[in-house]
Each structure stands twice: as C-alpha cells, then as structure tokens.
C-alpha cells in the first residue's frame, strides 16, 4: 500500500534532518566543540599553526586532523569566514525536550530567553553569549524563522553554544503556554509596554521567568503578544529608547536576576 504523503514528507524530514552537519570556524569556536563530549566530531581540518594551538584539544578529542596548506584551505565554509586555520565538521547537537532544560534538578530560580523571529546568527550567537553569562537555562527560537546552528553563530557565541542549551520549538505560542502550564512568568519585551522589568517583577522575583524578545523592527507578532502574561520594556534614560536585540537580551537578563 502507498504511504500518504504527509509520512512520506515527514521520513524525508528526518532523514534530511540526520544527514545534517555543521562546519565551526575559528580556534577558540573549534576548541570549544574539540572539548564537549556532547559533540558528535566528523572531520578536522588545521593548519600547522592552528594545530599547535589546538594540541591539547586534539587529544582530547581523539580525532585524527587533516593538515591544510593555509594557502589552500578549502573546508567548505564561506571565502570571508575569519577561520584562523581550523574548520571542524560537527551534528548540530541536541539538546532534549524543553521540560528537561525549563526545570531545574536544584534549586536554581529559572531564566529562559524566547526569540520571535530572531533570524540574525550574530544576535543569536551573542544572546547565548550573554545568557551564559548571566545563567539562563536556555535561549529558545523556532525551528522556521530562527537562526539554525551554524558557523558563524558558533564563532560570534565564543564558546556558549558548546554550554548555552539552544532549542527551536515548532510554535513560539504553544511554546510560551507550555511553559506558563510549568509555572513560567512569562514577559515580552515591547518598546510601548507600560511597565518596565523590574515593576513586573516587583515581589516575583522567586518566579521562573521567560523572557519574549522580537526581531529588530517588527518585534513581537501580535500573537505572541496576546500569548504572554505581561508585556514590559527596558526603561530608557534618553528618547533615542532602542537597543539592538542581542543587547536588549543581556539588558533584559540583568534585570531579571533572581
């Protein structure tokens, strides 16, 4: 009997989806990932230079390393990437269900940082930067309209996305409802919100909170909107009143602290 098509599409997405690798760039990016056991490594290409460095990552890793002439290392990312003589083809890694990174086995008070369209991988790589930094549980996208893991988001993330869970959800509303049913404040960042961070969370500070921030320009989707429990903004001390996302993110995590 013929298969339907919806379970033909849904194998080939599968399918596609573990024929899928990733080339990380850059010696610190390379090292990182050299470093996590987590981290499914394929292939290693170094330049005698990046290989000195690298040594100890190296043998680490156990994973044998193809010597480049830097005057022809080819690895297959883009020309202009900043590689420093080390390209590392990895799995994307995975990061489990959200339930098993929104609740913590202590007793930590959670932060998770939500994107809504969020496309930019130099934004996402410095939010998970910065979400590491100020101990979130993890940076939540989606898995169409988000930036996957890549390169250039590994290299601009210096290190956290080998430590910094990044997950993408099939729906950000579903995602925000789920979180709210495991006792989640959840709070969207809109420039014309009445109440700042710290009002919304005046005497909740014990709460689990997410954090909703929107692509640059449009911001939050009015569904996302009427999805969250609160709206609040970043309280400016000027009318010039904007921050790049990626800057907003950190802002936004200060202020949150438990």
């Known amino acids: 009997m013929k298969k339907p098509k919806w379970v033909v599409e849904k194998e080939q ?72 003589g080390a390209a590392l083809e990895v799995k994307p890694l995975n990061w489990g269900r959200l339930a098993d990174r929104a609740i913590p086995d202590d007793d930590t008070t959670p932060r998770l940082v939500l994107l809504d369209r969020v496309t930019d991988p130099h934004n996402v790589g410095a939010i998970l930067r910065s979400a590491e930094v100020f101990g979130a549980q993890a940076v939540i996208g989606t898995r169409h309209h988000s930036a996957p893991e890549t390169g250039a988001l590994a290299k601009t993330a210096s290190g956290a996305l080998e430590r910094q869970p990044y997950l993408r959800m099939r729906n950000l509303a579903d ?75 950190a802002v936004a995590l200060y202020a949150a602290k438990p």
């Open 175 to 249: 995602t925000i409802v789920e979180l709210q049913g495991m006792g989640y404040l959840v709070l969207g960042l809109d420039g014309e919100a009445e109440l700042t961070i710290e009002d919304a969370l005046d005497g909740k500070r014990d709460r689990a909170v997410a954090l909703v921030l929107g692509a640059e320009g449009p911001g939050l989707r009015q569904k996302t909107k009427e999805t969250v429990d609160q709206l609040v903004k970043i309280d400016f001390a000027r009318g010039f009143g904007s921050l790049n996302v990626s800057n907003a993110a």
């Open 13 to 84: 997405a599968k399918k596609a989806q573990n024929a899928e690798t990733v080339w990380l760039f850059g010696l610190h990016a390379v090292r990182d990932a050299l470093l996590n056991p987590a981290r499914e490594k394929l292939r290693l290409m170094v330049t005698k230079n990046a290989h000195d460095k690298l040594a100890d990552a190296i043998e680490t890793a156990g994973i044998a390393p193809e010597m480049v002439d830097p005057r022809k290392f080819k690895a297959p990312i883009d020309p202009q990437s900043v590689h420093q």
